[in-house]
């Protein structure tokens, strides 16, 4: 089994009690990613800006779907998406340009 952590941050203008619950939404609501996804867990929270730990898991078997379906730039795009197309007056106010994410894969036997 193989998971994949990704850790990101970025700035938002809500209440951080509304973050969590949403970013569920955005992940396991995913066409692409939905099945994979695993959790999200806050790490860190500073005035504005907030630090999240996403957590995808899939069977070993699938290798090449591993490294196009949970890469970094899909996870990314998938959160990225969400923003661009949410609608103005949208509580999930978080600025598109300031995500900034990371990614390690794990082995799990």
Do not use: W
């Not at 996804?37 to 290798?63: C, G, R, W, Y």
């Not at 998938?78 to 894969?105: K, N, W």
């Amino acid at each position: 089994m193989y998971m994949y952590d990704y850790s990101f941050t970025l700035c938002l203008f809500l209440p951080y009690t509304m973050i969590n619950p949403q970013l569920m939404e955005v992940y396991s609501s995913s066409p692409a990613l939905e099945r994979y996804f695993n959790s999200v867990t806050i790490n860190n929270l500073q005035d504005t800006t907030a630090q999240f730990k996403l957590q995808f898991m899939m069977p070993l078997e699938h290798e090449e779907l591993i490294h196009y379906t949970l890469s970094l730039k899909m996870v990314k795009n998938v959160l990225l998406q969400h923003l661009y197309d949410r609608d103005a007056g949208d509580p999930f106010h978080i600025i598109p340009t300031s995500l900034h994410m990371e990614g390690e894969e794990i082995f799990i036997k």
